[in-house]
T-cell receptor
Framework: DQQVKQNSPSLSVQEGRISILNCDYT??????FLWYKKYPAEGPTFLIS?????DKNEDGRFTVFLNKSAKHLSLHIVPSQPGDSAVYFC???????????FGQGTTLQVKP | DGGITQSPKYLFRKEGQNVTLSCEQN?????MYWYRQDPGQGLRLIYY???????QKGDIAEGYSVSREKKESFPLTVTSAQKNPTAFYLC???????????FGQGTRLTVV
């Protein structure tokens, strides 16, 4: 049972445009959400997080939006840069269990 | 420097042998996690620990065992009962539940 889903395996955007990566979850107990960036054969790098008490969090070019009623979150990267090309994972955790569950990942390619 | 260290980076073992992967952190984090990544797949949770001397099974715990005798260490043993042990293994730690998790560089285990 995949509790955190990233339904788009890949995304390609032009440099300077907006990248929007999506993530859905099924467990209503999740109350903290994170986005990570990963290169092959390396550990993921934390990008940005959001608590369930908020609906938006911004950090530089990265903004995460949370829609609790739809159990959906998204990561916006603007403007996109070629160095942003990587695999992006969303993750969710629940304070009462301590689990941290990841989605399958979306490969982002930013073309110059 | 503070961080999370996994060793070794590459590990080869014969089928039927148990093998232990090391994970050490000097970040004074309470929570630690083990994940497995297969080619083209997401991160699947094997075991996690919210505090020293306590740990819980993740989604794919069969064939694995862990211990958390010290706050800074969370070794993972891949036993002969694990049917498909060849994978990329990632360890992470976080200050406590619902905070950012930081990852090690991973161990690639190949069983021949």
């Amino acid at each position: 049972d995949q509790q955190v889903k990233q339904n788009s395996p890949s995304l390609s955007v032009q440099e300077g445009r907006i990248s929007i990566l999506n993530c859905d979850y099924t467990n209503s107990m999740f109350d903290y959400f994170l986005w990570y960036k990963k290169y092959p054969a390396e550990g993921p790098t934390f990008l940005i997080s959001i608590s369930s008490i908020k609906d938006k969090n911004e950090d530089g070019r990265f903004t995460v939006f949370l829609n609790k009623s739809a159990k959906h979150l998204s990561l916006h990267i603007v403007p996109s840069q070629p160095g942003d090309s990587a695999v992006y994972f969303c993750a969710a955790s629940a304070r009462n269990t301590g689990k941290l569950i990841f989605g399958q990942g979306t490969t982002l390619q930013v073309k110059p | 420097d503070g961080g999370i260290t996994q060793s070794p980076k590459y590990l080869f073992r014969k089928e039927g042998q148990n093998v232990t992967l090391s994970c050490e952190q000097n970040l004074n984090h309470d929570a630690m996690y083990w994940y497995r990544q297969d080619p083209g797949q997401g991160l699947r949770l094997i075991y996690y620990s919210q505090i020293v001397n306590d740990f819980q099974k993740g989604d794919i715990a069969e064939g694995y065992s862990v211990s958390r005798e010290k706050k800074e260490s969370f070794p993972l043993t891949v036993t002969s009962a694990q049917k498909n042990p060849t994978a990329f293994y990632l360890c992470a730690s976080s200050l406590f539940t619902n905070t950012e998790a930081f990852f090690g560089q991973g161990t690639r285990l190949t069983v021949v």
